[in-house]
């Protein structure tokens, strides 16, 4: 049995296999998700698990080398905003319209849906590599 990093075997599998560009994204339980890309449902309850909860467990098994957010996001959830900059530290964060945002999902290898009940708690990770 796996003691470390992320427990859930979708996850996992999913970051093992991406590379260097590719992306994946966590949302909140709103977030459309489409028929093509992989869905990882965490969602049990809502706000359970939490969209902060879940991207500092991803961020600690996954190289990342940019983040996507919605510009809404600061402005509609200041919460979610402050506590993803502080997660991402010096990873850059580009900002788009939610609907640009909820376009580029479809270039996700997955989306990991979370039970965050609040309005734009979504990001698009994109993997770097550990070596240069």
């Not at 850059?92 to 319209?97: A, D, F, L, R, T």
């Given at each position: 049995m796996k003691k470390t990093g992320i427990l859930n075997s979708d996850i996992a599998a999913v970051i093992a296999r991406m590379g260097h560009t590719d992306c994946i994204v966590i949302g909140d339980c709103g977030l459309p998700i489409p028929d093509t890309v992989k869905r990882i449902d965490l969602a049990v309850k809502?706000?359970?698990?939490?969209?902060?909860d879940t991207l500092e467990a991803v961020l600690a098994d996954m190289e990342v080398e940019s983040a996507i957010i919605a510009s809404?996001?600061?402005?509609?959830?200041?919460?979610?905003?402050?506590?993803?900059?502080?997660?991402?530290?010096?990873?850059?964060?580009?900002?788009?319209?939610?609907?640009?945002?909820?376009?580029?999902?479809?270039q996700a290898k997955a989306v990991i849906r979370t039970g965050e009940a609040t309005p734009y708690a979504n990001i698009i990770l994109q993997s770097g590599v550990f070596f240069k």
């Open positions: 809502p706000g359970l698990p939490s969209y902060l809404e996001m600061a402005e509609q959830n200041a919460v979610i905003h402050d506590g993803t900059r502080l997660q991402l530290g010096d990873i850059p964060i580009k900002q788009v319209s939610h609907e640009e945002l909820k376009k580029i999902t479809l």
